[in-house]
C-alpha cells in the first residue's frame, strides 16, 4: 500500500500530514499526486469525500514552497475556483493546515460578503487564491487581483459551476490567466458541455476516474432515530429484538464507549464483542472470527479499529453516536450492502448531535428519513424535527404537527 512518506512530497507536508493524522493516500492521492509532481495536467473525475482537495493541494503546495517567488503587489500564483461559498471556505481552510509549515499567504474571495477585506489581503499578493467565479470577476474588473501570473489553476466541481450558470464567468476568467500553467479540472460526471470544457483548457492530462465512496449508499436503507444519550442502550436492545438483525455492526466514538455498549448488552442478554485499539491483536482477532462465524450478533467499534474489518453479510450498522467527522458516517455504513447486497443504517442522533447529522446530510446531499420505528416507551430527543416529536403547545393542547409521533 502507498504510504505518504513514498510520495514525494517536501518534509513539512508530510509533517502537516502527520499533524492531521492522515496515513494513507486515499485511491484518487495516490494516483494524482505522483503526476501532478511532474507537473502534468489532470482531469479528474471525482466527487467531494474522495479525498481530492488534498490530492490537488498538496503537489501545489510543494511546487509553490519548493519555488519560492516574491509575491507582486495584486498578483496570484495558484487560483482555484470552486462554485460555492461553503466549499471555498473548506477549501481555503485544507490549505491553510496542509501549509502551516511553508508559510505561504493565502486568501478566500466569495461573494455575499464586504469585499474590503478581502482586497486587503490581495493587495500583497498571494500564493493560493480560492475563489467563487462571481465575485472573482467583480474584483478582476476592479483591478484589486490580477491574474497574469497565474502558475497552477483548479477548476473545483465544473458540473455544478455548469448547474449553477457559471460557465460563462469561467470562461472569461480563463481568458485571463497565462497560456503556460499547469491547469487540473475536477468533475463528478462528465456531460458534453463539461468534456468539452475540458479539452479546451487542459493539455495533454492524466486522467484520473475514481468511484464514489458514496456509491455503495444508494443500496442502503438510511434512517436515523431522535433518541436522548441516556435512552441510546434501551434504544439499541429494542432494535436488537428485530430477527431481521442478522449480524450488527455498531459504532461508538470512543473506546470507554464500546465496552460500555458491550456491557449493556450483556445486562440484557445479548452477547456482543468489542474491538478497539486497547485491546491485544489477539483479543480483535478472536472477537471478528466470533462475529464472522455468528457466534455474536453485534460487534462494536470505534471508527479506527473498524477500518480493517472485511466482514460479509452485515446486515445493520448502527451509529450509536454519530461520527464527529461526516466523511466517517459515509465510511460506516459502506460496511454493510456489501457486494450488491442491500443493508441498514441507523443512526441514533441526540440533542447535542443535531450538528453532526447536519454536516452528514450535508456531505451526502439528502436528508436522512426518520426511522419509522420508533421503540415503545423511548421519546424522541429535542433534535427531532417537530412532526416527530410529542410536544404540546403553551396551554396544554397538542401541537397540531406534533402529537402524531411515528409508529412501526
Ligand atoms: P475531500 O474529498 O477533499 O472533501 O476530503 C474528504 C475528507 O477526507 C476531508 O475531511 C479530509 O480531511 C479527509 N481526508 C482527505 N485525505 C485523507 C487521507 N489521506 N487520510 C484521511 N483523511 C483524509
Known sequence: MTSFETLDLIEPIRRALRDENYTTPTPIQAQAIPHLLQRRDLLGIAQTGTGKTAAFMLPLLHHLATDRRVNAPRSVRTLVLTPTRELAIQIGDSARRYGRHLALRGAIVFGGVGQNPQVQVLSKGVDVLVATPGRLLDLMEQ????????????????????DMGFIRDIRKIITQLPKKRQTLFFSATMPPAISELAAGILTDPIR?????????????DQRVLFVERADKRQLLAAVLRDPAVARMLVFTRTKHGANKVVEQLDKDGIVAEAIHGNKSQGARQRALESFREGKCRVLVATDIAARGIDVDGITHVVNYDLPVDAESYVHRIGRTARAGASGHAL?????????????IQRLIKREIPVAD????????STAAPASVRPERAPGGRPRRSGGARRRG
Open 143 to 162: 483591478g484589486h487581483v490580477r491574474l497574469q501570473d497565474v502558475e497552477f489553476f483548479v477548476l473545483d466541481e465544473a458540473d455544478r459551476m455548469l
Open 208 to 220: 484520473v476516474e475514481v468511484t464514489p465512496v458514496s456509491s455503495t449508499v444508494e443500496l442502503i
Open 347 to 359: 443512526s441514533f442522533c441526540s440533542s447535542e448531535e443535531r450538528g453532526e447529522l447536519r454536516d
Open 373 to 380: 420505528i420508533q421503540p415503545f416507551g423511548i421519546k424522541p
